[in-house]
């Protein structure tokens, strides 16, 4: 038995917060909206390269779920300079974190519902 890469990861949310979290992942982290299944409760598949890597749940006005000890979910991405240009310009508040001794730039901000992303750039390229 092997474990690879992570497939997805689902966002359970109240109705009337699904449509920030889908305008935050398409508008702020360019994914698109894809397929998805017929399932009893409206919500959103998030696609990176013909992969559903988000999906939104809404699953009625409830109080917040717990995530537990989960602290954040990080994407890869490119193209630095852009991504602080972009989230200046649409006024969302981030976090830079350069990891020291590897070529590698975090880039942490939080997502409607207040979980924490993280989106790391490599430097090598």
Not at 55 to 63: D, N, P, Q, R, W
Not at 97 to 105: F, G, K, N
Request: hydrophobic share 40%.
């Amino acid at each position: 038995m092997t474990v690879g890469i992570l497939n997805h990861y689902t966002i359970r949310c109240s109705e009337s917060g699904l449509e920030p979290l889908m305008l935050f992942y398409t508008q702020v982290l360019g994914l698109t909206v894809g397929a998805r299944p017929k399932i009893p409760a409206p919500g959103y598949w998030l696609y990176s390269n013909g992969q559903a890597i988000v999906h939104l749940y809404a699953i009625g006005e409830t109080k917040e779920i717990s995530t537990g000890p989960l602290d954040h979910i990080a994407f890869s991405a490119s193209d630095l300079d852009q991504m602080r240009k972009s989230l200046t310009t649409m006024g969302i508040p981030y976090e830079e974190a350069p990891v020291p001794d590897w070529p590698l730039h975090q880039v942490f901000l939080h997502d409607p519902a207040g979980l924490k992303v993280e989106l790391t750039f490599s430097l090598d390229k």
